[in-house]
């Protein structure tokens, strides 16, 4: 059930600022010369939407010869979502397929019942000394969908609708928003956007779904007289139109879509509505029945 509307939030005004649900500011892990920070899951908030999972990656430059190196390792359960803002990441995954993805574009892999995938920086971009910005994010199937088969798809920079004017630019990720749908396919009533607003320029973000979030990749933005910078995940209430007003050049990830259909359970790469189900993926990986990934041999142990 959601709350009852509330007229737009105005600037110094201290009641219109009870929009906002809770404030996340994410974990830092450093990987070694590769930062990440993970806004969900958190203490605070385990979802928004099916989003259940959300890392910036970088931004990070990595020495020649050097890259990304993240071993094939399994997940169940989810959808992997990949952005990039700068650089390239090579997907190799379990089903044999091989994919670059680069700024703009959407790597989008449905996991399911189970998928392997690895996440390298290519050779050739190693000898150019590499950079990497971007967000992972993974979305929560409905229980209706999770075993079903694994998938992998890739959506070019010039498959996703572009919104431009008024000082802003949003590519639609996943869902539906500002009267453009994404082709990108998700079995629940998601959307997924990234907006890059100039100072002064206003982005709105109507009531339409009952759970919201923007997280702030970078400058300062205002609402309802509050100032946020970046690295913070702003998790509104349901009913309230909210205005965001860009102080700075400013890049955020609008998210959210209606509850997911129960509580899911999270441990490692494993996502699902039964804990059976998890323990049940943790052996399979101990015990090699997951499937490989061609040409790319190494794997993550599970972990302890």
């Not at 869902?175 to 009533?189: A, I, N, Q, R």
Request: charged share 20%; glycine share 10%; net charge negative.
């Amino acid at each position: 059930m959601s709350a009852p509307d509330h007229d737009d939030p105005i600037a110094g005004n201290a009641w219109s600022c009870d929009a906002i649900e809770t404030v996340i500011v994410p974990r830092v892990r450093d990987l070694g010369g590769f930062s990440v920070r993970r806004a969900l899951p958190s203490a605070r908030k385990q979802m928004v939407g099916p989003f259940i999972f959300f890392d910036q990656m970088g931004p990070a430059e990595f020495l020649l010869g050097q890259g990304l190196d993240v071993r094939p390792h399994p997940h169940i359960g989810l959808s992997t979502v990949t952005y990039l803002f700068d650089g390239e990441i090579m997907h190799r995954d379990s089903l044999g397929m091989v994919q670059a993805i680069r700024p703009g574009a959407v790597n989008l892999m449905a996991a399911g019942r189970g998928i392997v995938h690895s996440e390298r920086t290519a050779t050739e971009e190693r000898a150019q000394g590499p950079k990497l910005f971007g967000i992972q994010a993974w979305a929560a199937l409905p229980a209706s969908h999770e075993e079903m088969l694994p998938d992998f798809t890739h959506f070019a920079e010039a498959d996703l609708p572009h919104i431009v004017g008024e000082g802003k630019r949003v590519r639609l990720i996943m869902g539906s928003l500002y009267g453009e749908t994404s082709p990108v396919p998700f079995p629940w009533d998601v959307f997924y956007a990234e907006a890059v607003l100039a100072p002064g320029s206003i982005l709105p973000l109507d009531p339409t779904h009952e759970e919201r979030a923007i997280y702030v990749v970078s400058g300062e933005i205002d609402i309802a007289g509050d100032i946020f910078g970046a690295g913070q995940l702003l998790v509104f209430k349901p009913g309230d139109r909210i205005s965001v007003l860009a102080l700075s050049n400013a890049r955020m990830m609008v998210l959210g879509g209606e509850p997911m259909d129960g509580p899911r359970h999270i441990w490692w790469n494993f996502v699902s509505s039964r804990k059976d189900r998890i323990e049940q993926a943790k052996a399979e990986w101990k015990s090699g029945r997951f499937s490989s990934v061609p040409g790319d041999y190494e794997f993550i142990p599970l972990p302890d």
